[in-house]
């Protein structure tokens, strides 16, 4: 009788552990349309990278590249310090590089517990043959930043992000 109803109540006991530890917990995180502005520079097209940086000042996570030739990454010198050492895949969506004056539209996915948490957001720009701008733009991530216009001091005039 004793194994009958362990034989019962198996089948439940996995049931209910895959549905409490199966299932991967996600953190929510909202959408941003991002708006890079570049200055009226002369050269080749600006590589982006939009990265997450933790409240310790250390790279969290790629949120987006614009320019897609990985060969010219290690231009972006303190981005590749963090990508270069692990070289996974790169956890953002590429785009084309910018050139002078052009501007460009980007969405960009952020985790919402990371909002007013001490965050920053950092956009690096390298052009070939010219400067790289370590933090062209830096601030923090606060519920109002993600609504605003930062004004760059590189190859980037400006960005504005607003919530999607």
């Not at 460009?104 to 517990?113: A, G, L």
Request: aromatic residues 14%; glycine residues 8%.
């Amino acid at each position: 009788m004793k194994k009958s109803l362990i034989f019962k109540l198996f089948p439940i006991l996995v049931l209910t552990l895959f549905t409490v530890f199966g299932f991967k917990s996600t953190t929510d995180s909202s959408s941003y349309k991002c708006m890079i502005q570049m200055t009226n520079y002369t050269g080749e097209g600006a590589y982006v990278v939009i990265s997450l940086m933790n409240p310790d000042g250390n790279y969290e996570k790629t949120l987006y590249i614009l320019g897609d030739d990985e060969e010219w990454y290690h231009d972006i010198a303190s981005w590749w310090s963090f990508y270069g050492k692990k070289r996974s895949n790169i956890d953002a969506i590429t785009g084309a590089t910018l050139s002078g004056g052009e501007r460009s539209i980007s969405i960009i996915k952020i985790d919402n517990d990371k909002i007013d948490a001490g965050y920053k957001i950092r956009f690096e720009t390298a052009v070939e043959d010219k400067e790289y701008y370590k933090d062209d733009i830096e601030f923090e991530l606060t519920s109002e930043t993600v609504k605003s216009k930062v004004d760059g001091k590189g190859y980037i005039r400006y960005i504005r992000m607003m919530p999607q």
